[in-house]
């Protein structure tokens, strides 16, 4: 009898692969995965996309968590979806990535479609909204979290060992009270800074006017709808995190720089200091550095260096070069 073994029967993969099919099993589910292929949504923005209760889709996103096909943030006092990535040598992990590539191929409806766009539309009211009312104490606000001098060395070692020649052009989005302007105009042969808050775009004219660049065109615009002229180089300082749709926004701003031209990006690292959303109008608290480079891969854009500062507050900044290819083959990867 003690020779009689018991077939040894392991439950936790099989589970885990169920859990897989079972996720993937319903249509709403799978769109909202597909929706989720370069965004994150918080519950009742995907209750409002996919015109479903709370309720409801806080049942969807349960059994897609179960089944580890979306990871949770928390932002504020919401908590954000977003897909989680396959790892492809663990068990399970080719199937995600194949569903996760199927799905891919889905066209959310446009009813859906139509709602992502007043979702993010609502997002940058709020950061328009913010910047707005907060023009007058930018600076402080501004200094809550990191100032120019904090970063400004790093910006400047990044963009000089990419060596621009005399005649090149630059592209500043959101250049805020315009401090780092000085620093563009000196460097390039014309400027233009986007701001799309008229009280911001004020004070980067009187620091115009008061240094004398008269190299610098400052437009009111929407970066992100209006079209530009490409430049060589396109600069963002801590603008991102104020962006509605922050992936399909790199989309857009691969789209002003040159081929053979540069995107240069400074952003907070991801923080958990959700005071920074009513304190500093952030819609997003900082960003993973593999979802910049996620999101540049699939705009055209090959990662290039990166400079990380540590600041004594606890807040983490990321500086980073992405190149346009010279003869790009298409304009971007969905
Ligand atoms: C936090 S401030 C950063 C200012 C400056 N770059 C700095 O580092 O101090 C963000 C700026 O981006 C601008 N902004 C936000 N969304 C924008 C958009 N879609 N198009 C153009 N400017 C935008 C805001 O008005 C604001 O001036």
């Known amino acids: 009898m003690n020779n009689l073994r018991m077939p040894h029967l392991r439950f936790e993969p099989s589970d ?6 079972k996720a993937g099993g ?25 015109a479903i209760g709370q309720s ?5 996103l349960k059994v897609l968590a179960q089944a580890r096909l979306v990871a949770t943030r928390r932002e504020g006092n919401a908590i954000f979806y977003r897909r989680a990535l396959p790892q492809a040598d663990s068990f399970g992990g080719r199937l995600h990535a194949a569903l996760l590539e199927e799905a891919d191929q889905l066209q959310l409806p446009e009813d859906c479609l139509a709602r992502i766009a ?3 539309a609502q997002r940058a009211a709020a950061s328009r909204d913010f910047f707005a009312r907060m023009a007058d104490t930018f600076q402080a606000q501004q200094d809550l979290i990191a100032g120019l001098p ?3 060395e790093s910006v400047l070692a990044l963009l000089d060992a990419l060596s621009f020649p005399a005649q ?7 250049p805020g009270d315009g401090g780092f302007l000085p620093e563009l105009a000196r460097r390039f042969s014309r400027v233009t800074a986007l701001d799309n808050s ?8 009187g620091r115009c006017a008061r240094e004398g660049l008269d190299n610098v065109e400052l437009l009111l615009a929407d970066a992100l709808a209006e079209p530009q002229p490409a430049a060589d180089c396109v600069v963002l300082n801590l603008v991102l995190h104020h962006l509605a749709a922050p992936a399909d926004a790199l989309k857009h701003l691969a789209g002003l720089v040159k081929a053979g031209g540069s995107l240069l990006i400074t ?3 991801s923080h958990d200091q959700s005071w920074a959303r009513t304190a500093c109008g952030d819609l997003w608290l900082g960003f993973e550095q593999d979802d910049l480079a996620r999101w540049a891969d699939a705009a055209g854009l090959a990662s290039g260096e990166s400079l990380y500062i540590g600041l004594r507050n606890g807040f983490q900044i990321q500086v980073r070069h992405f190149a346009k290819p010279d003869h790009p083959t298409s304009t971007g990867k969905e």
Do not use: K, W
């Not at 409801?56 to 969807?60: K, T, V, Y």
């Not at 090149?168 to 959101?174: D, K, L, M, P, R």
């Open 118 to 120: 007043a979702v993010h």
């Open 56 to 60: 409801g889709i806080s049942h969807h």
């Open 26 to 50: 319903d249509p709403l589910r799978l769109n909202v995965l597909r929706a989720l292929a370069n965004d994150s949504f918080g519950v009742l923005e995907l209750a409002q996309i996919f």
């Open 16 to 21: 885990e692969l169920a859990a897989l099919c």
């Open 150 to 152: 904090q970063y400004r």
């Open 168 to 174: 090149a052009t630059a592209i500043e989005v959101g």
């Open 267 to 269: 952003e907070l690292c």
């Open 198 to 205: 008229p009280a911001m775009l004020e004070l980067a004219r």
